[in-house]
């Protein structure tokens, strides 16, 4: 059999990892049992952002000149995942997987990364049986949370909890404020989560247009930050639908509300701000941990769209600080 070389990922991969991944997943899901589903096909765009996060941690597995496989890599800070990860099926159970997993976890590992892990489908056994064999633990569900704005159909946040509450949007920011608040994003993620720092993530995000980053304050005092995107992923999708990929908050002062109401505060206006803005989806996506957060969309009318497991090394568990929120997407 021809060798399988194993290097870091380049830009120039892009359209043999669209392709492997399509082609990989569609296999997946007929595996799974669901024998008509298409894989939307992803934006340019996305798939630049993809590349572009940790192309140091990517890796990708070519047989003869030719791509077979890779595992993405994203890091934050001290916190970092893998994925998606795919081989084509032609060449799956011959250990390409495996070792393409293990060079990005040798390299994340050595370079100072101290919680690391995947998000993968809940009913690939496949997935859950190659994760468990590399020797990682399942953390915990996470959820889509999706609404429509088209029905007036929410609770609203009690007046007094709003008007004691702003946001701020990055994009809007002089070039000073930005680098200013990209400061406060180090400052919370730390204090979410030690050595957790999103600023990479919030740069990317700006960089690539396909989103921004918005800070939430209670009575001026920086409370947490929102990553969204608002750009469609696949070039299938009708534009207008909202990512609430990442959304921390802090604990503040003993006389304020507890994290639970303010990201209530903090959602009545990001949702102010995504109808202003001309959208009509929001999509946030929540470890079910946060039972508050989860109930709280639930009365504001959204419903579980859909569902991931997350999955960590028994030596790289989440360890976030408690009394505060940390809803992250690890795909
Ligand atoms: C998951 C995937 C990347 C694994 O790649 P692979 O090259 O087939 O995996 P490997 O050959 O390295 O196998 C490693 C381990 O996975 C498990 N595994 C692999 N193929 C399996 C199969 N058909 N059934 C059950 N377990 C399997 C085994 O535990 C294996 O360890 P072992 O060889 O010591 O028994 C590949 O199957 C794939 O592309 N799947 C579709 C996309 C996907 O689901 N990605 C993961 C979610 S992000």
Same mark, same amino acid.
């Given at each position: ?50 590349? $572009?996060?940790?192309? /140091?941690?990517?890796?990708? #597995?070519?047989?003869?000149? +030719? &791509?077979?496989?890779?595992? !993405? =890599? ?120 030690? $050595?957790?720092?999103? /600023?990479?993530?919030?740069? #990317?995000?700006?960089?690539? +247009? &396909?989103?921004?980053?918005? !800070? =939430? ?115």
């Amino acid at each position: 059999m021809a060798r399988t070389h194993i290097r870091p990922i380049r830009e120039e991969d892009a359209d043999r990892v669209r392709r492997i991944l399509q082609v990989a997943f569609v296999d997946e899901y007929r595996r799974m049992g669901q024998k008509n589903s298409r894989i939307p096909t992803m934006t340019d765009r996305l798939l630049a952002f993809y590349l $572009g996060r940790a192309p /140091r941690y990517s890796f990708a #597995a070519e047989r003869r000149g +030719g &791509l077979i496989g890779f595992c !993405l =890599a994203c890091r934050w800070g001290s916190t970092a995942w893998m994925g998606p990860v795919a081989v084509l099926p032609p060449a799956q159970g011959e250990g390409v997987g495996k070792r393409l997993v293990e060079a990005s976890t040798a390299e994340l590992r050595e370079n100072g990364v101290i919680t690391l892990g995947v998000e993968t489908m809940p009913r690939s056994y496949r997935s859950l049986q190659f994760y468990s064999s590399l020797g990682m633990n399942f953390a915990c569900l996470t959820l889509d949370m999706s609404r429509t704005f088209r029905r007036k159909n929410h609770v609203k946040a009690s007046t007094e909890l709003i008007d004691d509450m702003e946001i701020r949007t990055l994009g809007a920011m002089s070039r000073q404020e930005r680098v200013q608040a990209e400061g406060s994003v180090a400052e919370i993620s730390d204090a979410v989560s030690p $050595g957790l720092d999103y /600023r990479s993530e919030v740069k #990317a995000t700006l960089h690539h +247009g &396909l989103g921004e980053t918005i !800070l =939430a304050y209670w009575k001026d005092r920086l409370a947490g930050f929102a990553v969204v995107h608002t750009e469609p992923y696949a070039k299938e999708e009708i534009p207008g639908t909202v990512r609430v990929n990442i959304l921390l908050l802090r604990s503040l002062e003993e006389e304020a509300p507890g994290v639970d109401r303010l990201f209530e505060g903090m959602i009545v206006l990001v949702e102010q701000w995504i109808g202003k803005e001309g959208y009509d989806a929001a999509i946030v996506r929540v470890p079910v941990r946060y039972v508050g957060v989860r109930d709280c969309l639930l009365r504001r009318g959204y419903s579980i769209s859909h569902s991931d497991v997350r999955m960590t090394y028994a030596d790289m568990a989440e360890a976030d600080r408690p009394g505060t929120v940390h809803l992250s997407k690890w795909e």
